[in-house]
């Protein structure tokens, strides 16, 4: 617990709010003693709606427990902090600049961890989908694959397991049209993104029946 240098009450709020960074940085996969500046602007703008004398607390708790295991510059001090409170008392939106940027070696890792397609719920498999189509063909997710027609998209191979897929982009955000081809990575791989279109594709057939002839891949309802 944080007492040593603070009152009872004041460690009691820096209690809950070092126990909230630290569940963050749980479900974050990353470890609060990191010392890092980016885990704590990151761990700010994920709660910026709340007030800024929240926000000190919550940075002065953690600064109280990293001041224990490190000797570097105080967090008060390190510039993406400071500007974070500087934009906050102007009462701003967070910078552009500042939002949580994933590795994409990461990403992966994670998608690696998780179960197979059938496992999904429809709007997790969606999103799955369109995020390794995107990471395959580097198109906008929304702009581009979220106006993707269904009937632009071509599977190969047998309709159980395709070997592959070719995609056709009618409209893009610069202009003109542009076209993919994505091959099936082998084995049941949880980062295919040929697989995991598929399954969506199959997942979602019934509630196509109905809709127009150009109705777009991924659907709403």
């Known amino acids: 617990e944080i007492t040593q240098t603070t009152s009872a009450g004041t460690a009691a709020q820096y209690d809950r709010a070092w126990n909230a960074f630290a569940q963050w940085c749980n479900a974050n996969n990353t470890d609060p003693l990191s010392n890092k500046e980016a885990d704590v602007v990151n761990f700010l703008y994920a709660h910026y709606a709340h007030s800024g004398q929240t926000l000190n607390v919550y940075r002065s708790a953690i600064a109280s427990v990293w001041n224990i295991y490190f000797d570097t510059q105080p967090l008060a001090e390190r510039p993406a902090v400071k500007a974070l409170f500087t934009n906050k008392r102007k009462k701003g939106a967070p910078p552009a600049q500042r939002r949580h940027i994933w590795k994409v070696s ?20 969606a999103a799955r989908t369109a995020f390794l189509m995107a990471l395959a063909t580097i198109w906008r997710p929304r702009s581009d ?34 076209s993919a081809t994505i091959q099936r990575l082998p084995g049941e791989h949880n980062v295919c993104p040929v697989r995991y279109a598929a399954a969506y594709a199959a997942r979602t057939d019934a509630r196509r029946a109905e809709l127009s002839t150009d109705h777009t891949f991924f659907i709403t309802s």
């Open 106 to 125: 990461d990403a992966i890792h994670r998608l690696e961890l998780d179960g197979a397609p059938e496992l999904l719920s429809d709007a997790d498999l």
């Open 145 to 178: 694959l979220g106006r993707l027609q269904y009937c632009d998209v071509e599977f190969i191979g047998p309709s159980d397991a395709p070997t592959g897929m070719h995609l056709f982009a009618r409209t893009t955000k610069e202009g003109g049209t542009k």
